[in-house]
């Protein structure tokens, strides 16, 4: 079996590591010692609806994690989730490492990819860095959390309840224990809301970013120059793209939300004006693919959700825990559409000129995307007849895009229905682009023909 596996190529065994992980899963969830004694009625199809959902940091759910599983079994979803924003491949090498084991060059590839890095230098390091930093994120983020949940809920589930969410958070996974309604009944809580927040971002922010930011917070700190403005400024062009464009994103969208829910009385209506920015903010990073909601969307206002359905469709950045088709993807087309209408021959950025087999990949990216997630929503539109179209279309972009809000259709979904969204979100988290190579596997063939003029309008 191994050596089979071994000819398989490095995206292949990607995609096969994410599926041992929810198979696995899912028959250890469905065992009844991870059930409570009163627990709803529940069935396998449920289980690995559920586990799917975990592993690929989704958040979308059958059942609410709290209502079925018990102290074991949200233990194991903590597992999933944390195994599915960090990779089971990175898993296997950080072991392999701390044993002193040595990993072939296949392995090192392999590892490569599930990093997203363009290079195998420093990979030993790059990858003790990434967990270290997560477990300094989520353990800082569960300490701040245990300062509400301790008197809420006692010490022991206090700081259970605490733990299991900042792994979510920071994984983008979008489940909690709470119950059915997520975060809703802490929208107007600071300590929850901003700690998650926090957490999304820097889960989404792409691991590759945060080396580069705490790189240049060392060398500022080592030369200390005079200007505060010298700290970002050996930023690669990668973090720097991927900062801005967020920054943009997150601005934009908080304010386009808060503008049109503003006097909405079943969302944020009735709140206070730092509380409906607080909301705004919330809804606009949970977006990002972190799936936790403070508000019901089947209240929002239909302009709201199309936002929010756009703002999915972005998603985080490339190297973290968020999905969608990056914004880097975003920020190229961007670039490429102002360089189109100021005549440029060449797309730039920050006085660099980004080369055209990116721009390829971006434009695959988009049309491989949407090609899929149209071809979800058909299918949908097939097998579920009876459910708001617009309700479908939004469950769609959140399981391609790997967010996992709902507009209170998942549970209701038949089972083609369920697999539909299934497949959408294991394509979604193991990347589309990854997808198509695993099933193509097309060497790259460099053919020069005659130029053709075409007329595209």
């Given at each position: 079996m191994s050596t089979f596996i071994s000819k398989w190529s490095v995206t292949q065994r990607l995609s096969f590591s994410f599926i041992v992980v929810i198979l696995v899963g899912s028959l250890i969830l469905s065992q009844p010692f991870t059930h409570y004694a009163n627990a709803p009625q529940t069935s396998y199809f449920d289980h690995l609806f559920n586990v799917t959902s975990m592993v690929c940091v989704t958040g979308l759910s059958v059942f609410a994690v709290g209502d079925?599983?018990?102290?074991?079994?949200?233990?194991?979803?903590?597992l999933l989730m944390q195994i599915g924003g960090l990779g089971l491949v990175t898993l296997i090498a950080i072991s392999s490492y701390v044993l002193h084991r040595k990993m072939n060059?296949?392995?090192?590839?392999?590892?490569?990819?599930a990093l997203s890095r363009d290079s195998g230098q420093d990979l030993k390091r790059f990858l003790y860095m990434v967990y270290?930093?997560?477990?300094?994120?989520?353990?800082?983020?569960?300490?701040?959390?245990?300062?509400?949940?301790?008197?809420?809920?006692?010490?022991?589930?206090?700081?259970?309840?605490?733990?299991f969410l900042a792994i979510s958070a920071f994984c983008n996974a979008g489940f909690d224990n709470f119950g059915s309604s997520s975060l809703q009944h802490y929208a107007t809580n600071p300590i929850i809301n901003f700690t998650t927040i926090g957490l999304i971002v820097a889960g989404g922010l792409g691991f590759g970013v945060w080396q580069d930011i705490i790189q240049c917070v060392k060398s500022y700190l080592s030369e200390r120059p005079k200007r505060l403005s010298t700290l970002f400024r050996p930023l690669s062009n990668?973090?720097?793209?991927?900062l801005k464009t967020t920054t943009i994103i997150l601005v934009i969208g908080t304010l386009l939300s808060w503008l049109l829910e503003w006097n909405n009385t079943k969302t944020?209506?009735?709140?206070s004006p730092s509380q409906q920015f607080m909301t705004s903010l919330f809804q606009t990073v949970t977006m990002r693919t972190a799936g936790f909601a403070t508000i019901n969307y089947e209240n929002a206002n239909p302009a709201t959700n199309f936002l929010y359905m756009i703002q999915m469709v972005m998603?985080?950045?490339?190297?973290?825990?968020?999905?969608?088709?990056?914004?880097t993807v975003v920020a190229i087309i961007a670039l490429l559409f102002k360089a189109e209408l100021s005549g440029q021959t060449e797309v730039t950025f920050h006085h660099r000129t980004i080369d055209n087999r990116i721009i390829k990949q971006t434009l695959t990216i988009i049309i491989f995307f949407f090609s899929l997630m149209m071809a979800g929503f058909l299918l949908l539109l097939i097998v579920e007849k009876t459910v708001n179209p617009f309700k479908l279309l939004f469950e769609v972009s959140s399981a391609i895009a790997t967010v996992g809000v709902s507009m209170n259709v998942t549970a209701d979904l038949s089972t083609?229905?369920?697999?539909?969204?299934?497949?959408?979100?294991?394509?979604?988290?193991?990347?589309?682009?990854?997808?198509?190579?695993?099933?193509?596997?097309?060497?790259?063939?460099?053919i020069h023909y005659a130029k053709a003029n075409i007329s595209v309008g």
């Open positions: 079925v599983y018990n102290g074991i079994g949200q233990v194991i979803v903590m060059l296949s392995d090192q590839s392999l590892l490569q990819s270290q930093f997560t477990f300094i994120i989520e353990s800082l983020a569960a300490l701040i959390l245990m300062i509400d949940f301790i008197p809420r809920f006692g010490l022991g589930h206090g700081i259970f309840n605490a733990i990668q973090s720097r793209l991927v944020i209506g009735n709140l998603g985080g950045s490339p190297g973290g825990t968020a999905g969608g088709i990056k914004v083609p229905g369920r697999i539909i969204i299934m497949i959408l979100m294991f394509i979604g988290r193991v990347g589309p682009v990854t997808v198509l190579l695993s099933l193509l596997q097309k060497k790259e063939k460099t």
